[in-house]
C-alpha cells in the first residue's frame, strides 16, 4: 500500500493519531520511535533504520530465531560482554575497533587534542574493584578508568566507588575514575543476545548454519535477516544505555539497574583536582570535556595555540624566529601567507613576538623571564634543565619537550647564546636539546673587527655575511670562513708545489708578486682553519696582512682552479726545451724566457 510505504515515526504518530500522547507538543514522533527501537530489540522483523530521519518496516517471517539463539548461549560469557561493551564504547568515542586494550597491555594510550597539542592518556575500561593500586598510580600519563557498567561478581557500584576513594599516593601519575551505573537486568540480557548474535553471524556463515541446522537453506537466510535486523537494533540500545549508566542521557528505557547519583560518578586520583559532571552531545565529548578540566587544572598557563602544532609549522616558526633575531630590532618582514599564519597560531600565544599583516617583532618575555629566575636562583650555569623548570614558574604550562625546544633556541638566537656542553658547542634541534646543555653567552668581535671582517669575507670570497653583530651572525660567518679556507688549502699547495721548481729555472725571484700572494692567500687559509672559536676566526680575518692586496689574493681566489688546471696541464718539456735554445734562435728563445717569467712572477 502507498501509504504505508517509507513509514518514518512521525507518519506513524499521525497515522495514530489520538493514540500517542506526548507532554510536548510535536513530540509524539519521538515517542513512537523510542518504542519502535525498543520492539525490534526483542522482535527481529521491526526495522528501524540508522538514517536521519529512521525509517520503519516489517518483515514478515515465519523462521522462529530462539532456538537458533538458544544453540549459541556457550559464547555469552563475561569475557564477550566486556569485549562487546569496550568495542562499543571505543566506537563511541571514536577510537577504531583495532584500537583496542585487549591486545597485549591493559590500557589504551589514548590521544587527546589539547589546547593545539596531543596529550596521551592512560585509557581503562575495566571494573574498578579489579584495577590494583599500581595501574591507578600511571606510569606518567594521567590516568582515566571508564567503569565497566556491570559486576560480575554482583558488587555495588559503591563498592567500587569506595575502592577509588581509598587510592592514595602523592607520587601518582592522577587522572580519574568515572564510576557508572550498573546495567539493569534487561539491559544485561540484551547485551547477551546481542553477543550471541554477533557470534552468529562472524565470518562465513558456518556459525549460523551449524546453530540452525533444523532449517532449510532458505528459512536460514530468512533467519539470517532477521537476526541482522534485531543485532543493528540491540547495537543502538546498547549503545543508549551506555550513555544512561554514564550520566550522558537519561533514562527512558529501563537501561539503568543500580544508580550512581551524579554528583558521586567521578572520582579524582589526584588530591587537588576536584571533577565535576562534564556537559556533552555524546559520550565522546564528555569525554573530552572532562580531559579539558583535567589538562586546564594540571597547566593553567599553558597558551591555546590556534589548530594543532605540527612538527612542520614548529621548524618552520622556528626558522622565522632566528631569521627575525638576525635583524636590526630583531624585525622581519613576512611575505608568505602560510608563514604569517603559523607564526600567529604558535608564536604569538608561546610569546616568541607579536605578528602585524606583514611583520613579526620579537618578544623580550623569555629572555626578561629567565633572567628574573636565575636571579632568584643565585646565578650560576645557565642549563637548559633550569629553563625548562623555569617555564612553569609562576605557573605550570606544560609545554611539550618540543614547544620547550622552540623557545630554548628562540632565546639563544635572540640573546646571543651559544649551546654547549663540557666547553664544547653542540648541535641542538627540536627533536633533542640534553639537559645538560648550557646556554653560554657568546663573546663577540669589536664593532670595528666585525665591519673589517665582513668587508674581507666579500672582497676574497664572496661571503655575504649579516649586519647585524650577533652571535648566531657570528658563528655562521666563522663556520663558512672555515669551510671556504679548508676548500681553498689543498689547492693553493698544489699550486705552490707545481710552480716554484719552473720559476726555479727560470729564474723568478721568490719576493715575486705572486709568489707573494700565493703566500699571503696560504698563511690566511690557514689561519683561518687553525683558528679556534668563532671570534678567533672573525679576528684573525679582520688582522689579516696581504702584502700585495686584497684584490690580488682574491683574484687568485677566483681563479685557483683555472690556474691549477693550466700549470699542471702544461707542456713544459716542450717549453724548456725551447728556451734553452742556442743556434740561430737563441733570441727567440731568450724573449720567450723573459715574458714566462714576467707572466709567473707577476
Same mark, same amino acid.
Given at each position: 500500500v502507498p501509504t504505508l510505504r517509507a513509514l518514518t515515526a512521525p507518519r506513524l504518530a499521525a497515522l495514530n493519531h489520538g493514540s500517542v500522547v506526548s507532554p510536548v507538543p510535536g513530540g509524539e514522533g519521538g515517542i513512537v520511535?523510542?518504542?519502535?527501537?525498543?520492539?525490534?530489540?526483542?522482535?527481529?522483523?521491526?526495522?528501524?533504520?540508522?538514517?536521519?530521519?529512521?525509517?520503519?518496516?516489517?518483515?514478515?517471517?515465519?523462521?522462529?530465531?530462539?532456538?537458533i539463539l538458544a544453540n549459541a548461549a556457550p559464547a555469552d560469557n563475561d569475557g564477550t560482554r566486556r569485549s562487546k561493551l569496550q568495542r562499543i564504547l571505543f566506537d563511541m568515542l571514536g577510537i577504531g575497533a583495532d584500537d583496542t586494550m585487549f591486545s597485549g597491555q591493559p590500557f589504551y594510550a589514548h590521544e587527546h587534542l589539547w589546547r593545539g597539542t596531543q596529550r596521551q592518556v592512560d585509557l581503562y575500561f575495566e571494573v574498578v574493584r579489579e584495577l590494583s593500586y599500581d595501574r591507578l598510580r600511571g606510569r606518567g600519563a594521567p590516568v582515566l578508568v571508564l567503569g565497566m557498567p556491570f559486576d560480575p561478581k554482583g558488587r555495588p557500584p559503591a563498592d567500587h566507588l569506595a575502592y577509588a576513594r581509598d587510592f592514595n599516593d602523592e607520587a601518582a601519575s592522577g587522572g580519574v575514575v568515572w564510576q557508572p551505573s550498573h546495567l539493569s537486568d534487561r539491559a544485561l540480557k540484551d547485551l547477551g543476545t546481542l553477543v550471541r548474535i554477533d557470534f552468529l553471524l562472524a565470518g562465513a556463515g558456518d556459525r549460523l548454519t551449524e546453530a540452525a541446522r533444523h532449517l532449510s537453506a532458505s528459512d536460514r537466510e530468512q533467519a539470517r535477516a532477521v537476526l541482522r535486523s534485531q543485532q543493528s537494533a540491540l547495537h543502538q540500545r546498547i549503545r543508549a544505555c551506555l550513555e544512561v549508566a554514564y550520566g550522558i542521557r537519561p533514562d527512558s528505557d529501563a537501561c539503568v539497574g543500580a544508580a550512581v547519583a551524579p554528583e558521586e560518578r567521578l572520582v579524582s586520583l589526584d588530591g587537588t583536582f576536584r571533577p565535576q559532571m562534564p556537559v556533552g552531545a555524546d559520550m565522546k565529548a564528555a569525554v573530552s570535556a572532562l580531559l579539558d578540566r583535567w589538562f586546564e587544572h594540571c597547566f593553567p598557563a599553558h597558551p591555546e595555540f590556534e589548530g594543532e602544532v605540527r612538527d612542520a609549522s614548529l621548524r618552520r616558526v622556528l626558522e622565522r624566529v632566528q631569521e627575525a633575531a638576525g635583524q636590526p630590532n630583531q624585525r622581519l618582514g613576512i611575505q608568505d601567507h602560510a608563514d604569517r599564519r603559523r607564526l600567529a597560531a604558535v608564536a604569538v600565544p608561546l610569546r616568541l613576538g607579536v605578528t602585524s599583516q606583514t611583520t613579526i617583532q620579537l618578544s623580550n618575555y623569555?629572555?626578561?623571564?629567565?633572567?628574573?629566575?636565575?636571579?632568584?636562583?643565585?646565578?650560576?650555569?645557565?642549563?637548559v634543565g633550569l629553563l625548562r623548570e623555569w617555564m612553569n614558574e609562576p605557573r605550570p604550562m606544560g609545554l611539550q619537550p618540543k614547544v620547550q625546544n622552540l623557545v630554548i633556541l628562540a632565546l639563544a638566537a635572540q640573546a646571543d647564546r651559544t649551546l654547549v656542553r663540557n666547553g664544547v658547542p653542540v648541535q641542538a634541534s627540536l627533536e633533542r636539546i640534553d639537559d645538560a646543555v648550557e646556554l653560554r653567552e657568546e663573546v663577540l668581535p669589536d664593532e670595528t673587527a666585525w665591519l673589517r671582517a665582513r668587508e674581507l669575507a666579500l672582497a676574497l670570497f664572496g661571503m655575504v655575511s649579516g649586519e647585524v653583530r650577533k652571535g648566531t651572525t657570528v658563528s655562521k660567518l666563522a663556520t663558512e670562513l672555515k669551510a671556504v679556507a679548508d676548500e681553498k688549502r689543498g689547492p693553493l699547495a698544489d699550486l705552490l708545489r707545481e710552480l716554484k721548481p719552473r720559476m726555479d729555472r727560470l729564474g723568478v725571484p721568490a719576493t715575486a708578486p705572486r709568489v707573494? /700572494?700565493?703566500?699571503? +692567500?696560504q698563511a690566511l687559509v690557514g689561519d683561518l682553519v687553525?683558528?679556534?672559536?668563532?671570534?678567533?676566526?672573525?679576528? /684573525?680575518?679582520?688582522? +689579516?696582512?696581504?702584502?700585495?692586496?686584497?684584490?690580488?689574493v682574491a683574484r687568485l681566489f677566483a681563479a685557483l682552479k683555472d690556474l691549477q688546471g693550466a700549470v699542471s696541464t702544461a707542456s713544459w718539456d716542450i717549453i724548456e726545451t725551447a728556451i734553452g735554445l742556442q743556434d740561430h734562435r737563441r733570441a727567440a728563445a731568450e724573449g720567450l724566457q723573459e715574458k714566462l717569467s714576467e707572466a709567473l712572477g707577476a
Open positions: 520511535l523510542q518504542k519502535l527501537r525498543g520492539w525490534a530489540t526483542r522482535v527481529g522483523e521491526i526495522r528501524v533504520s540508522d538514517d536521519q530521519m529512521p525509517v520503519v518496516s516489517l518483515q514478515i517471517s515465519g523462521v522462529d530465531v530462539e532456538p623569555w629572555a626578561e623571564h629567565f633572567a628574573r629566575q636565575h636571579a632568584r636562583a643565585g646565578g650560576g650555569a645557565f642549563t707573494t /700572494t700565493i703566500h699571503s +692567500a687553525g683558528a679556534g672559536d668563532p671570534l678567533a676566526t672573525i679576528e /684573525t680575518l679582520a688582522r +689579516a696582512v696581504l702584502e700585495t692586496g686584497e684584490a690580488a
